[in-house]
């Protein structure tokens, strides 16, 4: 079975300040992986993906993920964070191996950036 | 239309009753998959559909949950006798193969 873990329900953050949201996973196989954000009373929105190659992928809006496989962790990153970046995020994953193309979702991480 | 639309964006139907969901996919994406959002969870697998076909059924919670694609495009989510624990946001995602998932804004149900 695969699986999430988002520790943190809430990350605060001041404006202008790096920002990490951490996620770490299980799964069979080589991992895929992916971060989504959430706004309010909206779908998710795709932000990265991890397949394979460089461990720190680029994304929308500036952030960026840093897959370490030994540390099973996939951890979002963004070096200046804005307002505009408050929202629920979530992290998902799923294997190269079986389970089709059926993502499993952590519970999400709250960022707040404030002034 | 760029997106995934579902609709309603919102459904209240008294404990019971049946419901439909309906989600139009982007034209062209092959796969087609249903997600429950509970409040404060994340989303959470229910179908997923390859063409007209369901590939993968494992995340229905039970009989009363069912889901169709009959022409490999629009997608119903068909629920019966609802309970009140049904009720969460139902997400609509679709894709082209290996491609990341493009969602909906949802159908918000609560069944009272």
């Known amino acids: 079975a695969q699986s999430v873990a988002q520790p943190e329900d809430q990350v605060n953050v001041a404006e202008g300040n790096p920002l990490t949201v951490k996620c770490t996973y299980s799964?069979?196989?080589?991992?895929?992986l992916f971060w989504y954000v959430q706004y309010p009373n909206r779908g998710l929105q795709f932000l990265l993906k991890?397949?394979?190659?460089?461990?720190l992928v680029k994304g929308s809006y500036g952030f960026e993920a840093e897959f370490n496989k030994s540390q099973t962790s996939f951890h979002l990153k963004k070096p200046s964070a804005l307002v505009s970046d408050s929202a629920l995020y979530f992290c998902?994953?799923?294997?190269?191996?079986?389970?089709?193309?059926?993502?499993?979702f952590g519970t999400g991480t709250q960022l707040k950036v404030e002034l | 239309g760029a997106g995934v639309s579902q609709t309603p964006s919102n459904k209240v139907t008294e404990k019971g009753k049946y419901v439909e969901l309906r989600c139009d996919p982007i034209?062209?994406?092959?796969?087609l998959y249903w997600y429950r959002q509970s409040l404060g969870q994340g989303p959470e697998f229910l179908i997923y559909?390859?063409?007209?076909?369901?590939?993968?059924d494992s995340g229905l919670p039970n009989d009363r949950f069912f889901a169709v694609r009959p022409e490999g495009s629009v997608s119903t989510l068909k629920i019966q006798r609802t309970e009140r624990g049904d009720s969460a946001v139902y997400l609509c995602?679709?894709?082209?193969?290996?491609?990341?998932?493009?969602f909906g804004n949802g159908t918000r149900l609560t069944v009272t």
């Open positions: 995602a679709s894709s082209l193969q290996g491609s990341p998932l493009h």
């Open positions: 799964v069979s196989g080589n991992p895929y």
């Open positions: 991890y397949i394979t190659g460089d461990n």
């Open positions: 998902a994953v799923r294997g190269s191996t079986g389970g089709g193309n059926k993502l499993t």
């Open positions: 034209s062209g994406h092959t796969a």
């Open positions: 559909f390859q063409g007209t076909g369901a590939a993968d």
